[in-house]
């Protein structure tokens, strides 16, 4: 049984598409941990609902760096966590976090990756500058996360078209149903032994 934590800073409708996902198709694989940066976040509000250990981690309640750092690793290792998945995590995970599961962080991304990644790219901005880019596809990316934002071995990704006249709210949407089937599908991967750990 795979043990995932899952980080989410805003509505968490990723976290609702994975824990579902898991449900219907009977992975081998559970959510041991919610971590939120956003005490009122959709995502620890879904967590508690749903029975889910749910924490509520700010950098902004610790002295340092380190502290916080630590306190993270404290959680992941108190609940077994073996993938960690940011799903809408607004936050940059630290060295040590980083360090310590290697090869076992993974994010979605509402773009295709390597184009429109890096720090400050995310949400709305991201599919504002697709439109202004003229681009006549889009999509969202998972892959494994290392120190740099979005930066990581790239593990899968879909497309969608930009319709004439396409909006970024309307390529948002579209973008996140690619989210919600192909997160699901690379923690499957996880859980089935077909992406190395
Ligand atoms: C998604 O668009 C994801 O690509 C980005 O943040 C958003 C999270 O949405 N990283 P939700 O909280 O899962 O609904």
Known sequence: MLN?????????????ALH???????????????ISNNSGSGALSFARANGIPALHLSRQRFDDDASFSAAVLDALHRHGAELVVLAG???KLDAPV?????GRIIN?????LPK????GMYGMRVHEAVIAAGDRISGATVHLVDEEYDRGRILLQDIVTLAPGETPESLAAKVLNVEHRILPEVVTMFA??????
């Open 192 to 197: 089935e032994g077909s992406i190395g750990q």
């Open 116 to 119: 429109y990644g890096g720090e």
């Open 108 to 112: 979605i991304h509402p773009a295709l």
């Open 98 to 102: 980083v360090a310590a599961y290697r």
């Open 20 to 34: 579902r996902s898991l449900a219907a198709r009977a992975v081998a694989a559970r959510i041991v941990a919610v």
């Open 89 to 91: 995590y607004m936050k």
């Open 4 to 16: 995932i934590a899952v980080f989410a800073s805003g509505r968490g409708s990723n976290l609702e």
